[in-house]
Every structure is written in structure tokens, then in C-alpha cells.
């Protein structure tokens, strides 16, 4: 049976609890962390029903299952922010990198090379500092 699951809908989420507990949830083709949150899940659950389970332990670990289960996505989110924030710096250095080609002028040429190096290495105090330097050397 195929569901179709919105795990950001908390309603859906706990209709999947409910169908892992159940021992009907089809996980096969759910995203990576939805894929291994209720394969756990329904290792807990079955340990639960016919392992004897103590019903504490069951919940204790079905919190530390999902307490996992939303740092990944913190985590996943998190760093897709951080590579779409560095694939737009090196759309930006690339764009800087044409007008150093362009540019008959050291000082230009100098300054967009110490923007690009602070777009690539996110490091706002060293872009700060050479800048000043560059503008006192003028």
C-alpha cells in the first residue's frame, strides 16, 4: 500500500505513528530521514507489543527517535542554507573575476580581488581590514 505522507502536517506525521504502531506503514520509498525515523519507530513499537517492552522505555526511545529525527532536519536545513549562500558567493565572485579581467586599474583590480577572497572565505573581518588598507593606500 503507497502513502502519501506531508511530514510537515502534524496530522499526517502521527496518521504514519499510527500505521508504523499498526504494522501497516509502508516506509520503502519515504525521504531518507522519514525512512530511518520510522523503521526505528516500528522496531520500537514491535519490541513494545511483543517483546515485553516496558511501556516507559517505549516512549523513552520513541523520544529519543524523534528527538534525532528533528535534528536532522535542523541539521539538513542548516546546511542546504549554507551551500545555497555559497553557490550565490561564487555566482558573485565569478561576475567579480569578469570585471578584474576588464579592469586596467591596480587598485580595482586589488579591491574585487580581496572581495572575492571574502565571498569565498565568508570572513568579514578580513574583507574589513583590506579594504581599509587598500582605501588608505590610495
Not at 578584474?100 to 573581518?125: C, F, N, P, Y
Request: with cysteine.
Amino acid at each position: 500500500m503507497k502513502n502519501d505522507f506531508d511530514f510537515n502536517n502534524p496530522e499526517d506525521f502521527r496518521r504514519a505513528e499510527r500505521l508504523a504502531y499498526d504494522g501497516t506503514l509502508d516506509w520503502s520509498d519515504f525521504p531518507p530521514p522519514e525512512y530511518k525515523y520510522f523503521a526505528e519507530l516500528r522496531k520500537v513499537y514491535y519490541a513494545f507489543k511483543f517483546e515485553g517492552l516496558a511501556q516507559e522505555e517505549a516512549k523513552r526511545q520513541k523520544k529519543a527517535l524523534l528527538i534525532g529525527y528533528r535534528k536532522y532536519l535542523e541539521n539538513f536545513d542548516y546546511c542546504v542554507s549554507v551551500w545555497g549562500k555559497y553557490q550565490d558567493n561564487i555566482k558573485i565572485a565569478e561576475m567579480l573575476m569578469t570585471k578584474i579581467q576588464k579592469s586596467h586599474d591596480i587598485h580595482e583590480i586589488a579591491e574585487t580581488a580581496v572581495r572575492i577572497i571574502g565571498l569565498m572565505t565568508h570572513d568579514e573581518v578580513f574583507l574589513k581590514t583590506n579594504l581599509k588598507k587598500l582605501e588608505e593606500l590610495r
